[in-house]
C-alpha cells in the first residue's frame, strides 16, 4: 500500500511537469528547498474545487436516496458519509475519476470502519475500455492508492444482490481483480461479465493483452466521531423520557419482578451517559420498542422488546453486527433471548431473531437465530450471508446505575 502511495505521489508529479507548472522537483532557489511548495502544488491540482465536491456529494446522495437502495440507509447515515468524504480530498479524488470515466460509483457498504464505494455501471465504464490488464492497471493506479479492481467475489455478489440491481456487462466484460503471483505464473487475469442466456454469472480467465474495461473498489476510512455526534438534543431526550416512562408505567408488574426498579433511577443513569441515550433512541426509531429487561448490582440491561423483530430486517449476519455496532449496542445472545421469553413475554410468533453468534460456528459460515415455537424458544443456525423478510436482530444495551 505505501509503496503504490509514493508511485501515485510521483506519477502526479512528472504529469505536473510535463504541464510546465513546475521544472524541477528537487531544485534550490539561493539555497531554499523548493519541495514544500511543490507538494503543495501536487495538493492542489488533485483535489476537487468546492463546487465540484458539493456536486459529486449531491450525486452520490441522490444515488444513495434511490428506492432500491432503502436496505442500505438502515445501515448507513449518509451524513457520516458526507463528512468522512469532505474531510478526505484524496478520496474524493478518487471518487471523482470513477465517476468523470463512466462508473456511476455508489457507497454500497460499510466494513471495519470502511465505507466501501464500487462502480455501478450496467456496463463496464466507458472511459476505461479496450485497455489490456496493464493498461488498466496503470489507469487505476492514477485514481489513487486506494482503488482496487473489483474482486471476482464482490462483482459475483453484485451481480445477484437485492440490495442493487443485478444483470451488469450484458454486452461487455471487466477486468477484476487478479493474484499477482497466479497472473506472472499463468500469464492470465481475471474476467467477469453476465450471461443472459441462462441467467448466470461468468467469471474465469482471460489473456491479459486482450482488450476489456475495468470496475473499481475503493475504501474510505470512516471519520472519527465527536461526542457531539452522539448527542441528542434537549427536545429529543425529552421526548425518549416520555416514551420509556409512558412504556414504564404501562407494565407495573413487569419491573416489580425486576426488584422495584424506580424510573427516576433509570432517568438519572440515562442523563449521566448521553451516548447510550443515543444508542436507545436509535432503537426506538428502528421499531426496537427497547425496555429494561434485566438489573444487575450497578446497571440496568435494555433490550429491544418488540412482539416482532424489529424494523431491520433483511439483512444478512455480518450487515445486522455492523448496524448494531453503529448503534453502539451489541446482538441480544441466545442465553439473553431465552431469559426474556421466559420471564418477559412472548416475542418473535411469525418473525426470526438473529443471535450474537460464536467465532466458531461463524468461521464456518453460519449464525445462530431462533424464534418462539409453541411453550418453547426454537434455536436454528443457518448461513450468514442469506437474507429474509421476516429475519432481523435485536438489540441489548447496559447502562450503568449513578
Known amino acids: 500500500m505505501a509503496d503504490e502511495s509514493q508511485e501515485w505521489d510521483n506519477s502526479l508529479s512528472e504529469e505536473t511537469n510535463e504541464q510546465g507548472v513546475i521544472e524541477d522537483r528537487s531544485a534550490e532557489i539561493d539555497g531554499v528547498e523548493t519541495r514544500p511548495k511543490i507538494e503543495k502544488v501536487l495538493a492542489k491540482e488533485h483535489e476537487l474545487t468546492p463546487e465540484q465536491t458539493d456536486k459529486l456529494i449531491s450525486t452520490l446522495k441522490s444515488r444513495?436516496?434511490?428506492p432500491k437502495n432503502k436496505k442500505i440507509r438502515k445501515l448507513i447515515d449518509f451524513a457520516d458519509v458526507e463528512k468522512t468524504l469532505r474531510a478526505n480530498p484524496k478520496a474524493m479524488f478518487s471518487i471523482q475519476k470513477l465517476e468523470e470515466t463512466g462508473g456511476k460509483p455508489q457507497l454500497i457498504g460499510i466494513e471495519s470502519d470502511e465505507f466501501i464505494f464500487e462502480d455501478r455501471s450496467k456496463e463496464s465504464p466507458r472511459g476505461r475500455r479496450n485497455k489490456t490488464f496493464d493498461e488498466a492497471d496503470a489507469q487505476r493506479k492514477t485514481f489513487g492508492p486506494n482503488v482496487k479492481f473489483q474482486s471476482p467475489k464482490s462483482y459475483k455478489k453484485m451481480q445477484r444482490s437485492g440490495i442493487f440491481d443485478g444483470r451488469f456487462d450484458i454486452c461487455t466484460w471487466s477486468w477484476l481483480e487478479t493474484d499477482p503471483k497466479k497472473r506472472e505464473e499463468a500469464g492470465y487475469a481475471m474476467v467477469g461479465c453476465y450471461h443472459d442466456i441462462g441467467g448466470s454469472v461468468y467469471l474465469t480467465t482471460?489473456?491479459?493483452?486482450?482488450?476489456?474495461?475495468?470496475?473499481?473498489?475503493?475504501?474510505v476510512k470512516k471519520a472519527l466521531e465527536t461526542k457531539e455526534k452522539h448527542k441528542l438534543s434537549p427536545e429529543k431526550q425529552a421526548e425518549l423520557f416520555s416514551v420509556l416512562k409512558n412504556r414504564f408505567n404501562s407494565k407495573p408488574d413487569h419491573y416489580k419482578r425486576l426488584e422495584n426498579v424506580d424510573f427516576s433511577d433509570v432517568k438519572e443513569a440515562l442523563e449521566a451517559n448521553p451516548a447510550l441515550m443515543y444508542s436507545i433512541a436509535k432503537m426506538e426509531e428502528t421499531g426496537g420498542s427497547p425496555d429494561i429487561i434485566g438489573v444487575e448490582a450497578d446497571a440496568f440491561i435494555f433490550g429491544d422488546c418488540s412482539a416482532e423483530s424489529p424494523d431491520r430486517r433483511y439483512l444478512t449476519y455480518d450487515q445486522a453486527k455492523e448496524m448494531a455496532k453503529e448503534f453502539g449496542v451489541d446482538m441480544i445472545s441466545e442465553e439473553a433471548y431465552?431469559?426474556?421469553?421466559?420471564?418477559?413475554?412472548?416475542?418473535?410468533?411469525?418473525?426470526?431473531?438473529?443471535?450474537?453468534?460464536?467465532?466458531?460456528?461463524?468461521?464456518?459460515?453460519?449464525?445462530?437465530?431462533?424464534?418462539?415455537?409453541?411453550?418453547d424458544v426454537l434455536v436454528q443456525k443457518r448461513y450468514a450471508h442469506i437474507q429474509n423478510k421476516d429475519l432481523g436482530w435485536r438489540g441489548v444495551l447496559r447502562v450503568p446505575k449513578v
Open 64 to 66: 444513495f436516496e434511490l
Open 206 to 219: 482471460n489473456h491479459p493483452d486482450t482488450n476489456g474495461g475495468w470496475r473499481a473498489s475503493l475504501r
Open 338 to 375: 431465552r431469559a426474556m421469553q421466559k420471564k418477559i413475554g412472548k416475542f418473535d410468533l411469525k418473525t426470526w431473531t438473529l443471535f450474537a453468534t460464536p467465532t466458531d460456528i461463524r468461521d464456518y459460515g453460519y449464525a445462530l437465530y431462533g424464534c418462539r415455537s409453541d411453550d
